[in-house]
């Protein structure tokens, strides 16, 4: 059954706390995403990788950190730097294609820090 | 970062009703175009990619217009089911597996 994960689907944690939030395919694709969605707002990208062991900020990265150790995982930290981290956190991956790059969606993971 | 904008309805339409969306991006450097479907507190999916030629899948229909940079998703004979919020997505460059950029989406109510 091929797919992207994610988990947890639901996530509570304190102020000032980090959080990770994995990411896993088994797609064989090359390019993984994460977004961030607000209530009423669009996707905001913040970080991608197109390839193992290398990653780019997007355009939100501040107060998050990720990783790209292998090739079906890309794990999202966020850290107490960020400042309004609630939000409903989306992972996406791609093949790597010069053409088009068609983006496949995980279940998305929410999360709240009270 | 290019921006893509939407209508930004909501429509709410009765059953059977055609209605569009209609989506512009500012990069002209930009080679793919989607459309996605969001239900309410869901992933969004993938609908259709959005070609040249315009394409058609059942009742939906999507077009593109480069000179004027935008891209439409007609829907036909619309049904209760296809009530959800609808993205445009249009990747950030001229390279193909540069990251997708989104619209805010569109709300589509179809009412019975």
């Known amino acids: 059954d091929g797919g992207i994960t994610q988990s947890p689907k639901y996530l509570f944690r304190k102020e000032g706390q980090n959080v990770t939030l994995s990411c896993e395919q088994n797609l064989n694709h090359d390019a993984m995403y994460w977004y961030r969605q607000d209530p009423g707002q669009g996707l905001r990208l913040i970080y991608y990788s197109q390839i193992v062991n290398d990653f780019q900020k997007g355009d939100i990265a501040e107060g998050y950190s990720v990783s790209r150790e292998k090739k079906e995982s890309f794990p999202l930290t966020v850290t107490s730097a960020q400042k309004n981290p609630t939000a409903f956190y989306l992972c996406a991956s791609s093949p790597r294609n010069r053409e088009s790059n068609e983006q496949f969606f995980g279940p998305g993971t929410r999360l709240t820090v009270l | 970062r290019k921006e893509v904008e939407q209508d930004p ?14 989506c512009t991006y500012s990069n002209s450097a930009s080679q793919s175009f989607f ?18 030629s315009g394409n058609e899948d059942g009742r939906f229909t999507a077009q593109l217009n480069r000179a004027s940079q935008y891209i439409s998703l007609l829907i036909r004979d619309s049904k209760l089911s296809d009530s959800a919020t609808y993205l445009c997505a249009v990747n950030g460059g001229s390279a193909g597996n540069t ?3 989104f619209g805010k989406g569109t709300r589509l109510s179809v009412i019975a």
Do not use: H, I
Request: hydrophobic content about 35%; charged content about 20%.
């Open chain 2, 9 to 22: 309805g909501p429509f709410n339409v009765p059953e059977g009703a055609t209605v569009a969306f209609n």
């Open chain 2, 35 to 52: 459309w996605y479907r969001q239900d309410c507190r869901k992933e969004p999916k993938l609908l259709m990619s959005v070609y040249s």
């Open chain 2, 99 to 101: 990251p997708l950029v």
